[in-house]
């Protein structure tokens, strides 16, 4: 499958690198779109940096078999860009998988997306998205159809277990 | 008239220091309550640091006369302690004077303060606010009675301005 994982700079570095690493060594492709193409990238603690390799304004979303949103300060940087919430609303519209780990949710809000939509996110994300009108679970994974979501670094493990998941689910036919 | 200034690290640094000079050399006290006492704070951009000066379980709204939330991801960070979110409820339900920019309304959504509200804020917080109920401007600063924001680093000038004249008006009694 191909994911298009969506990154600007101060990413938590964990909630990049891990689930990246996971869907690489599952066999899934996974491509950086960023804002821009070629712009390093280092997350917000300074263990990681890596590179888009293509920018927003050269995405289709179909090229891509599902959405992967990372936290930390990035999701509220690419929700400035109206491009990139149309990106992420056209996952979302279509019903291909998104993964979106704690602040990850705030470019679905953006994309006025979450409303009705059972899901998790970083604590102060949380009440953000009730407010929304999304049904707000307080645990470390919550699986909604093609949206799975966490809360934190700690959750991780059991993000990367419901993505893979989910993405042996889908039809042969949508790959 | 004495302002708590809340803060936490990575706070939009023009965003803190230039108001809070301007409203110590207008002769009103400012006070940096932060969630914890004594906490060192570094702005994002590096160039400035801080120190809170008393810890969010040791302050209380009757101490101050208006409340003052510079931007940069430091909102994000106060508004996952509950108190301080009471704290900044505290200010906007007794109509005291409330001066928030940039990111610094994500306070106020968490406190629920802002349905029916007229504000501005950073690009991607409006939308935030619209979709609560807030009525939304984009321009340098709005006052809205007790409540002065603005949008980004470079409307500095008319915040300080406006949030100045606001506390010029406030009545001597509730001093």
């Known amino acids: 499958m191909r994911i298009a994982c969506v990154l600007d700079v101060d990413y938590e570095d964990s909630e990049y690198k891990q689930p990246y690493d996971a869907f690489k060594q599952a066999g899934h492709q996974v491509t950086i779109v960023g804002l821009e193409p070629g712009k390093e990238l280092k997350g917000k603690k300074g263990t990681v940096t890596t590179k888009t390799e293509i920018g927003i304004?050269?995405?289709?979303?179909?090229?891509?078999?599902?959405?992967?949103?990372?936290?930390?300060?990035?999701?509220?940087?690419?929700?400035?860009?109206?491009?990139?919430?149309?990106?992420?609303?056209?996952f979302m519209d279509s019903g291909k998988p998104v993964f979106a780990i704690c602040h990850g949710p705030q470019l679905l809000i953006a994309a006025h997306t979450v409303k009705g939509r059972k899901l998790t996110a970083w604590q102060t994300i949380q009440d953000d998205?009730?407010?929304?009108?999304?049904?707000?679970?307080?645990?470390?994974?919550?699986?909604?159809?093609?949206?799975?979501?966490?809360?934190?670094?700690?959750?991780?493990?059991?993000?990367i277990r419901e993505s893979l998941k989910l993405l042996e689910k889908v039809p042969v036919g949508a790959r």
Chains 1, 2 share one sequence.
């Open 57 to 90: 304004d050269q995405a289709r979303p179909d090229q891509f078999d599902g959405l992967f949103i990372p936290g930390g300060y990035s999701p509220d940087h690419l929700r400035a860009n109206p491009k990139m919430v149309q990106f992420a609303k056209a």
């Open 129 to 159: 998205l009730a407010q929304v009108g999304a049904n707000v679970v307080d645990q470390d994974v919550v699986v909604d159809k093609n949206l799975v979501t966490s809360r934190k670094p700690a959750d991780i493990p059991a993000f």
